[in-house]
T-cell receptor, first 115, second 115 residues
Framework: GAGVSQSPRYKVAKRGQDVALRCDPISGHVSLFWYQQALGQGPEFLTYFQNEAQLDKSGLPSDRFFAERPEGSVSTLKIQRTQQEDSAVYLC?????????????FGPGTRLTVT | KNEVEQSPQNLTAQEGEFITINCSYSVGISALHWLQQHPGGGIVSLFM???GKKKHGRLIATINIQEKHSSLHITASHPRDSAVYIC?????????????????FGKGTLLTVNP
């Protein structure tokens, strides 16, 4: 079956623009995660959804970052008034559940460059 | 100090060599993941383990819970193994279902295998 997909794969935004990044998780996966990966670094947790509920948004770096998953499937990460420090790869992952026995499946990421 | 430390940061090997990448962590964990990331690509899960040893093809992962250490070994390395290898831990031993989801990642080890 299809894996996790993300769009767009690459996004160039001018400083101050708003961007929206989309994640299509694996069908039927309950859990959805967003991560931010700066160049040369490991991913860092941003936020977590269980179905449509956003259970943890502790990793969102500022109130310019907003994520939603209104129908418990597709999720959108929105960044308002982008800044240069927002340049990173944004990774989405989904999981069948949240217990120890369930792996997270990652999408290809969206590379955001803010100029 | 980062919760997850990997070594080495960069590793160059000749085809056929035996590779070892190390991961040390400082928190109590319920599972440890080894992930592979190719340049420009998404992340692929290689192993998820909470004790002992797992083997898949030429890849072997071990974990020592008491020493808070894990190793990823690649036997008979090949240029196609060239990638970034990332260690990630799932912390929260004993937490209730639904809260034990967060992954903390190392910075990754860039492996280059030359022909």
């Amino acid at each position: 079956g299809a894996g996790v997909s993300q769009s767009p794969r690459y996004k160039v935004a001018k400083r101050g623009q708003d961007v929206a990044l989309r994640c299509d998780p694996i069908s039927g996966h309950v859990s959805l995660f967003w991560y931010q990966q700066a160049l040369g670094q490991g991913p860092e947790f941003l936020t977590y959804f269980q179905n449509e509920a956003q259970l943890d948004k502790s990793g969102l770096p500022s109130d310019r970052f907003f994520a939603e998953r209104p129908e418990g499937s597709v999720s959108t990460l929105k960044i308002q008034r982008t800044q240069q420090e927002d340049s990173a790869v944004y990774l989405c992952a989904s999981s069948h559940s949240t217990g120890n026995s369930y792996e997270q499946y990652f999408g290809p990421g969206t590379r955001l460059t803010v100029t | 100090k980062n919760e997850v430390e990997q070594s080495p940061q960069n590793l160059t090997a000749q085809e056929g060599e035996f590779i070892t990448i190390n991961c040390s962590y400082s928190v109590g964990i319920s599972a440890l993941h080894w992930l592979q990331q190719h340049p420009g690509g998404g992340i692929v899960s290689l192993f998820m383990l909470s004790s002992g040893k797992k083997k898949h093809g030429r890849l072997i992962a071990t974990i020592n819970i008491q020493e808070k250490h894990s190793s990823l070994h690649i036997t008979a390395s090949h240029p196609r193994d060239s990638a970034v290898y990332i260690c990630a831990v799932r912390s929260g031993v004993g937490k209730i279902e639904g809260s034990n989801y967060k992954l903390t990642f190392g910075k990754g080890t860039l492996l280059t295998v030359n022909p």
